[in-house]
């Protein structure tokens, strides 16, 4: 069977044919600067398809994958306790692990990273920078590279229009008295030892420790820079094979520069190189390890099975870029779907593109024809408790399965439980409301009349699932209506959708007495008698706490407040396991831009309020709107202490504005009410009084103002600290944000407080104008 035509086929046909390049050896490269994402593995991929075509061809080939340890901490990953800072511009081999059971910084990330694609079938031998330069193998690169300085500068200058100084080297030392690599520059070699300053600004990430002096730059003492660097590698190593992602690939670029340093200045040729596109995060935006952009591989390996993960990875050209996010709502899906579509294409034979992406994505054994449970019909039927799957797809399949494809079949059920926890939208999550669905009101007079024959079906006991379904398909005959309009009135009573499991099991997998009742009530109802949905708390009035001022509430009538009192709290600098959540929450954000945050109802309704009082929201955001433009830009949420990182947390999910205040330093009762001319604050971090504007939003208490502007930004005097005990919550809606989504944001502010902090909620209502 000719499978020329496939990418990676093409790819090695290309290598062999040109008769160079040898021996062959294929090289990929990494700096573990944090969680290293999934889109990194699209490197491992094709350079380990490289390597396996060619020992498939008969031909002996070499595969290593360097680990560059060696590089400096330049960013800092938003996951990162911020003790971590500490270690900016130090080598990642002599930084200790953020996690227990690794020796490094860079040991952690990376073993995490070669333990998942080991677990694709790619096992490369490892090359960790820092013991080569340790054990001197880049000792020889080193004196090359010094002893010619002049002709690196001025390629430097010729290829990527970089005019570097006479006093520069292409070597940082790792400093004797501070540790940081990335703070250092050599300004001198005399044939044994280099000068060196640790200086203090030479980059805005780290500060060095302005030490100077001499060492030699041999057998650890440092590194060469960047582009240096990767040229020096494939001398070293013998590379013959490397490609790489566009950005290093550019005119001008990366390659083009280290390609020449390593013919001209090493003496060696530069490796066979190719251009592949980026693995891109949700919303096209390029994956990033220091940054903390995009998922990481070690959680996208243990969402996908090792086959599904490696066909995502090397179905599409590698000239073409792969944009894919496990959180939108069909990507999981179809990719089953697809490989699916490509094992039929390769049990029938069919010389096909699909074939080649299914047989080059299996991990060891090829997997005999088998029937495969649709991945889309296990996440729904697992929502049926009572099922059972295996007889479930024994009939879709026409015959009970065999071992293996109850293998495959508890597999995917694996699958489909992480996909339904972590990645399913609402919609997909199958489950009986708690009220009356709305979508009831439009029910025919036929639906309703097949609902009540359902209900006297089902007043008769033993019902068995399949004999009940059977039931159920007889009794459409009886109305007017088509089978599918019938069971859709079904699961809109019972689900709000129109779609469900089979509804024999939907039926019976509930209290019968529960079910029953929800159908009557379907059957009964009538527009407009609906129950409305009870709220969460009570209104308050003539509360000793909180108020309204009537000429607020009059000009706003649309103000929704929610307050609440928490005694007993201990507040702390931060919670780790709250840090871990912020980040999931940070990560599940990425690729929000700031157009879609405009267009946001809360967004809007915050901004209309300050500009109808005089305030301008570009200078003065308000506060879901900042936190959610860190998110944006990829900032994270801000660390103070646990109680605030908290409620910042819900404020940024729900984009509903929040705040906690020491309820030991407010005078009660409290009001939300205009500013009046000369009233003024001292806020947070001030060292003067802000003066408010006149019919400026905000809230007072019987010492004067303790915040500005909806929660834009609060009191001094009213700061929660580490010394706080007891708390004061406030959240606000207005225009498009009503009571149900402030009480939403309340409740969720004082389950997280209560949950980190500790406390007690002592009290909690609402007040509206």
């Known amino acids: 069977m000719n499978m020329s035509k496939f990418w990676a086929d093409k790819l090695v ?23 290293i994402h999934v889109g990194a593995l699209r490197g491992v991929v094709i350079h380990g398809l490289i390597h396996q075509l060619l020992k498939e061809a008969g031909l002996k080939s070499t595969y290593t994958y360097v680990i560059n340890d060696m590089d400096p901490m330049d960013g800092f990953p938003r996951y990162l306790p911020e003790k971590f800072r500490r270690y900016m511009g130090r080598p990642l081999f002599k930084i200790p692990s953020p996690e227990k059971g690794y020796s490094s910084f860079a040991r952690c990330y990376a073993e995490q990273f070669i333990k998942t694609f080991n677990s694709l079938g790619f096992r490369p031998k490892i090359v960790w920078s820092s013991e080569y330069y340790l054990r001197g193998k880049f000792n020889r690169v080193i004196e090359e590279a010094l002893d010619r300085v002049v002709l690196i500068r001025k390629l430097y200058k010729e290829i990527s229009g970089y005019d570097k100084p006479g006093n ?24 044994k030892k280099v000068t060196y300053e640790c200086r203090k600004n030479l980059v805005d990430w780290c500060s060095g420790c302005g030490y100077q002096g001499k060492i030699s730059p041999f057998d650890g003492a440092g590194k ?53 596109e980026w693995f891109l995060a949700k919303g096209g935006v390029k994956m990033s390890s220091s940054k903390g952009i995009g998922v990481s591989a070690v959680e996208i390996a243990a969402t996908l099975p090792p086959e599904i993960l490696r066909f995502l990875l090397i179905k599409t050209h590698f000239k073409q870029a792969i944009i894919f996010d496990p959180a939108n709502n069909e990507s999981i899906l ?72 109850k293998k495959i079949l508890e597999e995917r059920i694996k699958y489909a439980r992480i996909w339904l926890k972590s990645y399913a939208p609402d919609e997909l999550k199958l489950g009986i409301t708690k009220n009356l669905p709305e979508g009831v009101s439009e029910l025919s007079v036929s639906q309703k009349e097949y609902l009540g024959k359902v209900v006297r079906l089902l007043k008769r006991e033993g019902w068995d699932p399949e004999k009940l379904q059977m039931a159920l398909y007889e009794k459409t ?59 969460l708390y009570p209104l308050l009035k003539d509360s000793k706490i909180f108020s309204i001022d009537p000429e607020f509430a009059a000009k706003y009538p649309s103000v929704v407040v929610g307050i609440a009192l928490i005694k007993g709290v201990k507040v702390k600098k931060q919670d ?22 405009s267009r946001f109802p809360e967004i809007r309704s915050y901004r209309r309020l300050y500009r109808e009082t005089g305030i301008d929201w570009h200078k003065r955001r308000p506060s879901p709107e900042s936190l959610n433009r860190r998110i944006a830009r990829n900032q994270g949420l801000p660390n103070v202490n646990n109680c605030v990182d908290a409620y910042n947390l819900v404020v940024a999910k729900y984009r509903v504005s929040a705040g906690a205040f020491d309820s030991d330093q407010i005078r009660f009762p409290t009001v939300l009410r205009f500013a009046q001319k000369g009233e003024n604050i001292l806020l947070l971090g001030d060292r003067e009084p802000t003066e408010y504007l006149p019919g400026e939003v905000a809230y007072f208490d019987q010492a004067g103002g303790y915040n500005i502007d909806f929660n834009y930004k609060d009191a001094a005097r009213t700061l929660v600290t580490e010394k706080t005990t007891n708390l004061l919550i406030n959240t606000e809606g207005i225009f498009e944000i009503g009571r149900h989504q402030v009480e939403r944001t309340l409740q969720e502010t004082i389950d997280k407080i209560i949950k980190y902090c500790g406390g007690k909620l002592e009290s909690a209502g609402i007040a509206v104008a």
């Open 334 to 405: 179809d990719l089953f779907d697809k490989y699916d579509d490509c094992a039929r294409e390769y049990w029938e034979e069919k010389d096909s593109l699909k074939n080649r992406s299914f047989q080059l994505s299996q991990v060891g054994k090829m997997t005999k024809k088998s029937f495969l449970p649709r991945f889309r019909e296990v996440v729904k039927r697992i929502q049926n408790p009572k099922m059972d799957l295996v007889e479930s797809f024994a009939r879709d399949k026409g015959k009970s399965l065999n071992a293996n494809e």
């Open 168 to 191: 520069w080297y292409p070597f940082q030392v790792i400093c004797p008295k501070c540790g940081r690599v990335g703070s250092t520059i050599v300004t001198n070699w005399d044939g």
């Open 13 to 35: 046909k290309g290598i062999i044919d040109s008769g160079k390049h040898l021996p062959y050896w294929v090289d990929d490269m990494k700096t573990p600067s944090g969680r």
């Open 477 to 535: 005959k009886e109305t007017s209506i088509l089978p599918k309009e019938a069971f859709q009135a079904l699961y809109l009573t019972l689900l709000g959708k129109n779609y469900g499991p089979k509804a024999a099991w939907l039926l019976l997998e509930e209290d019968q007495n529960k079910i029953i009742t929800r159908l009557t009530a379907a059957v009964n109802y009538q527009k407009g008698l609906i129950k409305k949905e009870k709220y």
């Open 576 to 597: 780790p396991v709250l840090i871990r959540e912020i980040i999931q929450f940070t990560q599940s954000q990425s690729g929000l831009t700031s157009e879609q945050i």
């Open 224 to 276: 060469l820079m960047w582009k240096v660097d990767w040229a020096a590698h494939w001398k070293v190593i013998g590379v013959t094979i490397e490609g790489a992602g566009k950005d290093h690939m550019t005119e001008g670029g990366s390659y083009d520069l280290s390609s020449q340093i390593c013919r001209q200045v090493f003496e060696y040729p530069p490796p066979f190189a190719y251009l592949y």
